[in-house]
């Protein structure tokens, strides 16, 4: 999976080279922030069933008839809330690598035209993962830093569906 290690590794082998200052500065800048990233992917590993329930929660108070499915409520909240904890999932695995690989191969890509084909709008995942972003807070859910690394990564996914 991709990460600042791995980017900064594969750019030197590519290039013939070893790695440069400006790689190594990547490289440490990344390690500075992995115990705030690993505080993070604790927290969110330890408490992500309750914060997908925010989040379903959040969806269902902005979109009442939910995500678009032809489901039955219920059935449409565990789906919707089932799509949820995978991003999370993801968003952990980033926080671990130090990268947006996982995200990239495993939830991004391609994740628009299926949500398009499946007839549900991205806008409910995106109102969703805003509110768990926005909801965080310092620290009585994690440090500072950590929050910072965690949001870092809402937004990535946020963007990519907006």
Known sequence: MKSVLTTAVAASDL?????????????????????ARM???????????????EAVNAIYTKF????????????QK???????????RLINYCLVVG????????????????YKALGIDTATYVTGLSFLRDRGCAPRDMSAQALVEYRGYLDYVINSMS
């Open 78 to 88: 565990e789906k919707c809330k089932r799509d949820i904890i995978h991003y999370l």
């Open 39 to 53: 505080e993070a992917a604790e927290k969110l590993a330890g408490n992500y069933d309750a914060v997908a329930q």
């Open 99 to 114: 990268g947006t690989g996982p995200l990239d191969e495993l939830g991004i890509a391609g994740a628009r035209e299926v």
């Open 15 to 35: 290039a013939g080279r070893f790695p440069s200052s400006s790689d190594l500065e990547s490289v440490q800048g990344s390690l500075q922030r992995a115990g």
């Open 64 to 75: 009442p008839n939910g995500s678009g499915r032809d489901l039955d409520s219920n059935a």
